[in-house]
Each structure stands twice: as structure tokens, then as C-alpha cells.
Nanobody
Framework: QVQLVESGGGLVQPGGSLRLSCAASGNTPSLYAMGWYRQIPGKERELVATATAGGIKYHADSVRGRFTISRDNGKDVVILQMNSLKPEDTAVYLC??????????WGQGTQVTVSS
């Protein structure tokens, strides 16, 4: 089993930055893929970014150039650096991980609110 714990959400003004962190514990050597989804009430969950243990990264078109995912394999931590935040980035951000692809394990989520 794997446990994922997110931190770093909060309230920020448009144009600001936030840094989300997700720490994995448990059977972490099995985690090939880690990443982030976001959930807006009434909308489908959206994949934001992923990073594999081999260094392959993916960023959704909606965040590319503004968000950057990074992963510290030695510490089993995945970071989402979010810059130039927009009101439409407001959502609950969920950390996810899996043996082959993300979606096998989920964190509880952390709220990000972008508002003036």
C-alpha cells in the first residue's frame, strides 16, 4: 500500500505562484508514475502533470509554460511549481501515483484558490 499526502495549497492573487508538494510513504519503490490532477466542482477531473521515475514528464496544454512538475525519487516526493496563476486554475489539486501509470493511489487533495 501507498499513502500520499499533499501540502502547499492556499489562496493567491492572479499572477502569483504556489508550490504543491506530495510525499509518498509505504511501498514507494513500486511507484513508477506520480503526478497531479485537479478537480473543479461540476467538471471532470483534469490531468495536470505527470513524472515517471525515468524522468519522462507531461504537462497539460492548459498549464504548459506556467506549471512545472519535478520529482525527487530519493525522497519519494513530487512537486508542482505553479506560476502565473489564473482564476481558472482554482480547484482541488490531487496527488496521484501508480505502479505503471498514475491513478492507482490518491491523496486527499489540497485546495488552490486564485482570486483578487
Amino acid at each position: 500500500q501507498v499513502q500520499l499526502v499533499e501540502s502547499g495549497g492556499g489562496l493567491v492573487q492572479p499572477g502569483g505562484s504556489l508550490r504543491l508538494s506530495c510525499a509518498a510513504s509505504g511501498n514507494t519503490p513500486s511507484l513508477y508514475a506520480m503526478g497531479w490532477y485537479r478537480q473543479i466542482p461540476g467538471k471532470e477531473r483534469e490531468l495536470v502533470a505527470t513524472a515517471t521515475a525515468g524522468g519522462i514528464k507531461y504537462h497539460a496544454d492548459s498549464v504548459r509554460g506556467r506549471f512545472t512538475i519535478s520529482r525527487d525519487n530519493g525522497k519519494d516526493v513530487v512537486i508542482l511549481q505553479m506560476n502565473s496563476l489564473k482564476p481558472e486554475d482554482t480547484a482541488v489539486y490531487l496527488c496521484t501515483a501508480g505502479t505503471y501509470i498514475v491513478g492507482e493511489y490518491w491523496g486527499q487533495g489540497t485546495q488552490v484558490t486564485v482570486s483578487s
